[in-house]
T-cell receptor, first 119, second 115 residues
Framework: GAGVSQSPSNKVTEKGKDVELRCDPISGHTALYWYRQSLGQGLEFLIYFQGNSAPDKSGLPSDRFSAERTGGSVSTLTIQRTQQEDSAVYLC?????????????????FGSGTRLTVV | KQEVTQIPAALSVPEGENLVLNCSFTDSAIYNLQWFRQDPGKGLTSLLLIQSSQREQTSGRLNASLDKSSGRSTLYIAASQPGDSATYLCAGINAGGTSYGKLTFGQGTILTVHP
């Protein structure tokens, strides 16, 4: 598609349930990011996928969080045993990443996010 | 560790004013710097991208500058309009080390332009 697509746009779940959030990046973009934005807070980095390299998971807040990227395209962020503090907007971004090529003009395109509410 | 700071945190101006939003970063090892706009309840919209080799970019009423040596970027909005009301975020794209490629965001400037 023309942009980054995230689904669902809104998700309400009960505390303790598992949820899956989906991100469809722009076709051909090799870099994919997940960020979290809590109410009134800035953007928090969660995880970064780049091509076939091992993902950078350094931002995941706990082992209840995991993410996969299948076939270098679609990504799924899974939160197990959700807690109320997991309530936030989860944003996905993709980029045409060209390492070591400072002459290439690349930036990040964000999806509209998934608003997760844990009750 | 890259830290990005935006000043002011909030700004309220009457329509028609020219204004400047400031962004500073602690690590000059960035590839590019990107300015985004976020409307309430929405995702991020990219406004301008400045490559590390560039000093400024312009799009319509927006002009963004980058000074890597001083670790600063500014976003200039000319002839502000109520439709410009949003949160403006700057983000550095880290150039190396374990943070390669990561976007590091500032906390944003909440802009309100009133008629």
């Amino acid at each position: 598609g023309a942009g980054v697509s995230q689904s669902p746009s809104n998700k309400v779940t009960e505390k303790g349930k598992d949820v899956e959030l989906r991100c469809d990046p722009i076709s051909g973009h090799t870099a994919l990011y997940w960020y979290r934005q809590s109410l009134g807070q800035g953007l928090e980095f969660l995880i970064y996928f780049q091509g076939n390299s091992a993902p950078d998971k350094s931002g995941l807040p706990s082992d209840r969080f995991s993410a996969e990227r299948t076939g270098g395209s679609v990504s799924t962020l899974t939160i197990q045993r959700t807690q109320q503090e997991d309530s936030a907007v989860y944003l996905c971004a993709s980029s045409l990443d060209v390492p070591h090529s400072r002459l290439r003009n690349y930036g990040y395109t964000f999806g509209s996010g998934t608003r997760l509410t844990v009750v | 560790k890259q830290e990005v700071t935006q000043i002011p945190a909030a700004l309220s101006v009457p329509e028609g004013e020219n204004l400047v939003l400031n962004c500073s970063f602690t690590d000059s090892a960035i590839y590019n710097l990107q300015w985004f706009r976020q409307d309430p309840g929405k995702g991020l919209t990219s406004l301008l991208l400045i490559q590390s080799s560039q000093r400024e970019q312009t799009s319509g009423r927006l002009n963004a500058s980058l000074d890597k040596s001083s670790g600063r970027s500014t976003l200039y909005i000319a002839a502000s309009q109520p439709g410009d009301s949003a949160t403006y975020l700057c983000a550095g794209i880290n150039a190396g080390g374990t943070s390669y490629g990561k976007l590091t965001f500032g906390q944003g400037t909440i802009l309100t332009v009133h008629p």
